[in-house]
């Protein structure tokens, strides 16, 4: 059995494959049932106990709406969501995909592993061995202790860059003043009687929301945007209920299949201005766990149809919508977005708009497409001229600032992991690295 020497023990091989994924959320599942469905033998690392990342720890209920066509994996899990019984879209919100932390869980585990993958949970890459510009094996803290895990190719879908910055990726963060997005700690009530609290928005000329019928409903306030909830809001800080940093944003979606239910895209964390400070991360956690209190006590007392409601859980991840990107051998920047760019080496298709929570300026909506509209992701953006064996996916592919905001919904890193995996699976065969490889037609969005 292989052994490595790392920070004076001798570690043990945890085994061989030709595909290892660091990070098993939206993109790195979707990745890893692509790459097990076309043959290579697979490996999910995940440090938590569930699939899905974001998605499912950090609340990150639904798959905003897309108009392109979407490949293979989209479809399978829509279809396996829609097999357990959860109402997945609305007649108003048609192309918004829906689910529960659990089911999104529950459907890319078992796709998964009927693709023939593997699964190290409870597991954090601490380091990789690095030699002649390819990752050899990553250095795994586990239950058990330390192992080696080695592999021919090596997939970063950590989130936060991770795997590519222990191997000497370079990598920018934030906007030109070294800001990120703001993150948020998401939260769900139940309890709610959620016709109350529509009817009560509805009766205050309060149209943010299209679901005025139906099963879902969706509301939101952002303070000095001139949303109605607003002065409402206010009667909450000057009862001394509410702070003025908890009207940075509030927003709230029903949950498929869990009547008087709604799951919270809030509190933000404008304080919270560098993702990538681990202290900072704690310190804004901590705040975010008394902004939630608060903000379950004003809807209680102030919000009709909360009368009876109550919390049902926090989130057990932030929600980070921006942290680091990796410098690969092309950056899609703003003028690809605007220009609807197209590549030779394009992998997925792209039509979310610049939709940045800024730490500085609040949110900023940017150039939205018209239905039909879109813009390419080549393969360059998810590898560099630094390690020969090593593709980044998720979040942290090479853009700017900007277009991050764009690239980061889960409709297009599913599309994007889809494409990554069988990118995978045709290089092996062709014995070439991943970052001398040059996607074929058949990687290409039909």
Known sequence: MQTYNYAGREVSSYGRYDTVIVGGGTAGSSAGISCARGGNSTLIIEKGLYLGGAAVGALVTPMMESFVPHDENFHLIEKRLISYGVPT???????????????????????????????????????????????????????????????????????????????????????????????????????????????????????????????????????????KLESLFRKGVEDGVLKERDLVYYQCFSIPGQPGCMSFNCPHLAELKDNTDPKMRSVEVTEAHRMIDRLVRFLKRYMPGFEDSYLIRSASALGVRESYRIKGKYTLTENDYIGRARFDDAVARADWYIDVHSATDGLVHMDKFNKGEYYEIPYRCLVNDYVLNLMTIGRCISTTFLVQASIRIQPTLIDLGDAAGRACVVALEEKVDLADYRPSKKLQVD
């Open 89 to 227: 879209r609305s007649k108003q919100m048609s192309e918004y995909v829906w689910s529960t932390p659990e089911s999104k869980s529950r459907a890319l585990e078992e796709l998964y592993l009927e693709s023939g993958g593997e699964i190290l949970y409870d597991a954090t890459v601490v380091d990789c061995i690095v030699d002649r510009n390819r990752i050899i094996a990553v250095i795994v803290l586990t239950s058990g202790g330390f192992v080696a895990v080695e592999a021919e190719q090596f997939v970063d879908a950590s989130g936060d860059a991770w795997l590519s910055r222990l191997s000497g990726v370079p990598v920018d963060h934030g906007d030109d003043q070294g800001n990120d997005q703001m993150s948020s700690l998401r939260f769900e009530m139940g309890g709610i009687d959620v016709e109350k609290y529509r009817d009560y928005c509805l009766s205050i000329d309060d149209h943010f929301s299209p679901l005025v019928e139906g099963p879902f409903w969706e509301s939101a306030m952002v303070a000095g945007k001139s949303f």
